[in-house]
Structure formats: structure tokens, C-alpha cells
């Protein structure tokens, strides 16, 4: 395999990836480019590359840098911008939890909190409050471990995970 067919397979398939941590494939391709590159892109080049629009790529890369996986990096005497990818992939995990957490864990705690008030008026109502109350323990244990895996550091994590394995 050649190192272009190597990328492509790369991208292509992080790209798939993308889907299951929440993002579409397009942001995927573009962060796994970034990330793949050895020196930082223009929008251009990116559009080029994964022969998506401008549109397509200006706004998945600023989700990117909302995500805090992509940064500007400017260079002197140059007027386009450039982006590159956080290479560190312990920064770029945390940064999909602390994402993925405020986007889809958050909110579920907030509905849970909110539907806790339910009166336990009838059996049925008893048996809902019984069943989100076992949700909400989960869901503050998950919340729990997730805060404390983010604020660890990556020796922490692989030590723990392969204690855990053994």
C-alpha cells in the first residue's frame, strides 16, 4: 500500500468513526486530514484535498475549533488562515467527552432533575419515579467518572484501564 492509498483509507475511515462520537462524516475527514498532515492547511487546501465546498468546509472547521481539536495558526506574511489539529490524543479524547458530555449527558441530567418532581400519586407514578430515579444514579455516576477522566492525565487512564483489563 502507498502512502496516498494509506491516507485515503485513513480518512475515509475516521470519517466513519466520526458518526459514533457525534459528528458527521465531513468534520470527521477534515480533522483526520489535519491531523494526518504534517504541517498546518488553508481552507483551500482542505477543500482540495476531501473535494468538499467552501461552505462545507469553513463550517465543519469551525466545529472543529469549537471542539477544540482544530486550531488557527497564523503565518507570517500570509492572509489566509491555516488550521492544524491537536496531535495529542489524549487532548483530542477529553475534548470529545467534555463535548459529547455537554451535549448529550447534560441535557438528559437536566430532563431528569426536572421529571424527579413527578407526585407519586398511583402506583404507575411511583413505578416512573422508581425507574428515573435508577437513570439519574447512573447517569450522575457516568457524569462522575467522566469529569474525573477528563481532569486525570493519560498515564493515570492507561494504567487504570489496564488494571482493569488484566
Known sequence: MTLKEGKE???????????????????????????????????????????????????NIRALIDWGLVYKELKPGERKEFFVAEKDMWEVVK????????????????????????DPDSEEAEEFIEIIREIKLFSNKADSTLDTLVKSDSNWFVGTFMKMIK
Open 9 to 59: 483509507k485513513f480518512i475515509q475511515s475516521w470519517g466513519a468513526l466520526g458518526s459514533s462520537w457525534g459528528i458527521n462524516r465531513t468534520m470527521a475527514q477534515i480533522h483526520a486530514l489535519l491531523l494526518i498532515s504534517p504541517e498546518a492547511l488553508s481552507a483551500e487546501e482542505i477543500m482540495e484535498e476531501l473535494q468538499i465546498s467552501r461552505g462545507n468546509a469553513n463550517m
Open 95 to 118: 475534548n470529545i467527552i467534555i463535548q459529547r458530555k455537554k451535549r448529550e449527558l447534560e441535557p438528559m441530567l437536566r430532563v431528569l432533575d426536572e421529571i424527579s418532581s413527578v
